[in-house]
């Protein structure tokens, strides 16, 4: 008769070959790890070399680059960096260049490369979708936005336009100097408090706006975030802009039922309205 099987000498051998299949199982993924670390580092080096005519900036993270040290204020910290590296930087993340007052003014006034500029995940909140003069691409709408935005804004024109509430607004500053015969009078401030109270109602929304436009936001730099809006910049954005849509669309109503006004002339909001009417840009 042949000698009966041991049970331990199978149980031995089958605990060997499974510890024999999960060491190389971990040999192997040690290994690749170590191949997908090197090919990385490897296609890093490479791009980096490409990029030797680039200036110099701060040295930064593989795959963040310098994004985890910048600071809450972001053009406090690009002045930080513009007092180390002159005028003109590199930023490793996305090899982006930052320009300082000087360095900038002719590539941005000259290049029509630098006036198309990506928007910030804040800035399509507040401008709809980039329809804005600051963050729109290079092109007739931008030109006409520019055209309007320099001859009626920035006009005589839109002075006159506003003539009634700076007459106002400039009644009740003379009302309360003449109520403070007799005593020291600051004229600073009162014309700086005369000139804010022209503007009282968009003062809390704009403020707000300047904040959440210049928050970082990490969804800006990773195309993939900001549809999860991790840090509620877009939200925060949506809200402050609702509030001033609500002005803006009380303005155009009242615009639509009488575009002339007392004197007989057109108003910026109702010529406005013309264009986009027409489709003029």
Same mark, same amino acid.
């Given at each position: 008769?042949?000698?009966?099987?041991?049970?331990?000498?199978?149980?031995?051998?089958?605990?060997?070959?499974?510890?024999?299949?999960?060491?190389?199982?971990?040999?192997?993924?040690?290994?690749?790890?170590?191949?997908?670390?090197?090919?990385?580092?490897?296609?890093?080096?490479?791009?980096?070399?490409?990029?030797?005519?680039?200036?110099?900036?701060?040295?930064?993270?593989?795959?963040?680059?310098?994004?985890?040290?910048?600071?809450?204020?972001?053009?406090?910290?690009?002045?930080?960096?513009?007092?180390?590296?002159?005028?003109?930087?590199?930023?490793?993340?996305?090899?982006?260049?930052?320009?300082?007052?000087?360095?900038?003014?002719?590539?941005?006034?000259?290049?029509?490369?630098?006036?198309?500029?990506?928007?910030?995940?804040?800035?399509?909140?507040?401008?709809?979708?980039?329809?804005?003069?600051?963050?729109?691409?290079?092109?007739?709408?931008?030109?006409?936005?520019?055209?309007?935005?320099?001859?009626?804004?920035?006009?005589?024109?839109?002075?006159?336009?506003?003539?009634?509430?700076?007459?106002?607004?400039?009644?009740?500053?003379?009302?309360?100097?003449?109520?403070? &015969?007799?005593?020291?009078?600051?004229?600073?401030?009162?014309?700086?408090?005369?000139?804010?109270?022209?503007?009282?109602?968009?003062?809390?929304?704009?403020?707000?706006?300047?904040?959440?436009?210049?928050?970082?936001? &990490?969804?800006?730099?990773?195309?993939?975030?900001?549809?999860?809006?991790?840090?509620? &910049?877009?939200?925060?954005?949506?809200?402050?802009?609702?509030?001033?849509?609500?002005?803006?669309?009380?303005?155009?109503?009242?615009?639509?039922?009488?575009?002339?006004?007392?004197?007989?002339?057109?108003?910026?909001?109702?010529?406005?309205?013309?264009?986009?009417?027409?489709?003029?840009?």
């Amino acid at each position: 008769h042949p000698p009966a099987p041991n049970p331990n000498l199978n149980i031995q051998m089958c605990s060997a070959g499974d510890k024999t299949g999960m060491s190389s199982q971990a040999m192997l993924a040690t290994l690749a790890t170590i191949l997908c670390i090197f090919s990385f580092l490897w296609e890093f080096k490479k791009m980096m070399s490409r990029n030797y005519h680039l200036p110099p900036g701060p040295r930064g993270l593989p795959l963040v680059g310098y994004l985890p040290f910048l600071g809450k204020n972001l053009h406090q910290s690009f002045n930080e960096l513009a007092r180390i590296y002159d005028r003109t930087q590199t930023m490793c993340h996305h090899k982006f260049t930052i320009f300082g007052k000087r360095g900038g003014r002719r590539p941005w006034v000259h290049d029509i490369t630098f006036a198309n500029r990506n928007p910030t995940v804040a800035a399509l909140a507040f401008s709809y979708g980039g329809n804005d003069i600051a963050f729109a691409p290079y092109g007739p709408e931008w030109r006409m936005l520019r055209k309007i935005f320099a001859r009626e804004m920035l006009s005589n024109s839109n002075l006159d336009a506003s003539y009634t509430l700076s007459r106002n607004e400039v009644k009740k500053c003379i009302r309360d100097m003449y109520g403070k &015969v007799g005593t020291a009078i600051n004229v600073g401030v009162i014309a700086f408090s005369t000139v804010i109270n022209m503007i009282t109602k968009f003062r809390a929304a704009a403020m707000q706006l300047t904040v959440i436009l210049g928050k970082p936001n &990490v969804s800006d730099f990773f195309p993939i975030l900001p549809r999860f809006d991790i840090q509620g &910049v877009e939200r925060e954005m949506k809200k402050a802009t609702l509030w001033i849509g609500r002005i803006f669309e009380r303005v155009i109503e009242r615009k639509k039922l009488g575009s002339v006004n007392k004197r007989g002339q057109e108003s910026f909001v109702a010529r406005t309205l013309c264009r986009h009417r027409h489709r003029w840009y």
